[in-house]
Nanobody
Framework: QVQLVESGGGLVQPGGSRRLSCTTSGNILRINYMGWYRQAPGKQRELVAAITSGGFTNYADSVKGRFTISRDNTRNTVYLQMNSLKPGDAADYYC????????????WGQGTQVTVSS
């Protein structure tokens, strides 16, 4: 069974930094795309950043220049480095990936909360 587990959330002051990690486990042959989404209270879930197996990245306009997505293909792990955090970045952050393996498909993690406050 494939699992995605996020970590690294917590409380950070405005202007601060935080790195989120998403580790995967299970019967995985390959991970095509991986992405980070976020959902703030009362808002829809939105794509923050995504990265393909070849390293092509895509970012929401609101985080360009501040967030960096990266992946370690040897560990099937994806990271989200968040710098210059703003109160508007506060949300539950979710990892999402297209997994090729025993049960291929799209999977979500359970989420990790990021709070930006002084």
């Amino acid at each position: 069974q494939v699992q995605l587990v996020e970590s690294g959330g917590g409380l950070v002051q405005p202007g601060g930094s935080r790195r989120l990690s998403c580790t995967t486990s299970g019967n995985i042959l390959r991970i095509n795309y991986m992405g980070w989404y976020r959902q703030a209270p009362g808002k829809q879930r939105e794509l923050v950043a995504a990265i393909t197996s070849g390293g092509f990245t895509n970012y929401a306009d609101s985080v360009k220049g501040r967030f960096t997505i990266s992946r370690d293909n040897t560990r099937n792990t994806v990271y989200l480095q968040m710098n210059s955090l703003k109160p508007g970045d506060a949300a539950d952050y979710y990892c999402h990936g297209e997994i090729i393996g025993g049960t291929s498909g799209y999977y979500w993690g359970q989420g990790t909360q990021v709070t930006v406050s002084s």
